[in-house]
């Protein structure tokens, strides 16, 4: 099973700060891999797929980066609504993965 | 509007079974592959079980080999899961979503997610 790490476990920082989330794979998954987005009581969303395809109605201040095993969801310039919890999954393999999650709380 | 919708959750004793629904709305169903994910109170996300379009691959997390069964219905454009044998650990929130994607096989990453339904798994 193909195990995903996020870091960190929770980031701290203001509106119109930029965010940086890492997500590293125990082994490659090449382009396989989405970040998602949950707020409380919600579903979570699509962000970003194959790595760095933002998905349908995503803001451009969203953008992935990475291959292999270590990957990169950055936020520009923080919104009020974009502190929620980030996950990051992987489509490389079965069982299909998630990372345990990186909380981005208002500093 | 485009939606899934999840039904079927509830209370239910160990040992015991249900049965969830998923049900599309706004496109069509059969045209994709969908995946059961579920989310234990407080924790993050757990893949639990996928079918393809046809119902041709199927395949399930080892925590619930034996015990789930997917199916798919897609003149009803809707995707079941019965759940048997249902354990404490069970519990969580369950959602159905859509791949996008797909590789065939029935991975690949979700566009398209209901609002969930919640299993209690409780004496």
């Known amino acids: 099973e193909i195990v995903l790490t996020q870091s960190p476990a929770t980031l701290s920082l203001s509106p119109g700060e930029r965010a940086t989330l890492s997500c590293r794979a125990s082994q490659s998954v090449s382009s396989y891999l989405g970040w998602y987005q949950q707020k409380p009581g919600q579903a979570p969303r699509l962000l970003i797929h194959?790595?760095?395809n933002r998905a349908t109605g995503i803001p451009a201040r969203f953008s992935g980066s990475g291959s292999g095993t270590d990957f990169t969801l950055t936020i520009s310039s923080l919104e009020p609504e974009d502190f929620a919890v980030y996950y990051c999954?992987?489509?490389?393999?079965?069982?299909?993965?998630f990372g345990q999650g990186t909380r981005l709380e208002i500093k | 509007e485009v939606q899934l919708v999840e039904s079927g959750g509830g209370l239910v004793k160990p040992g015991g079974s249900l049965r969830l629904s998923c049900a599309a709305s706004g496109f069509t169903l059969s045209y994709y592959s969908v995946n059961w994910i579920r989310q234990a109170p407080g924790k993050g996300l757990e893949w639990v079980s996928s079918?393809?379009?046809?119902?041709?691959?199927?395949y399930y997390s080892d925590l619930v080999k034996g015990r789930f069964t997917i199916s798919r219905d897609n003149a009803q454009n809707s995707v079941y899961l019965q759940m048997n044998s249902l354990r404490a650990e069970d519990t969580a929130v369950y959602y159905c979503?859509?791949?996008?994607?797909?590789?065939?096989?029935?991975?690949?990453?979700?566009?398209?997610w209901g609002q969930g339904t919640l299993v209690t798994v409780s004496s």
């Open positions: 979503a859509r791949i996008i994607g797909d590789n065939g096989y029935g991975s690949g990453h979700y566009d398209l």
């Open positions: 999954q992987q489509r490389a393999d079965w069982p299909m993965t």
């Open positions: 194959a790595a760095s």
């Open positions: 079918i393809t379009t046809t119902s041709t691959y199927i």
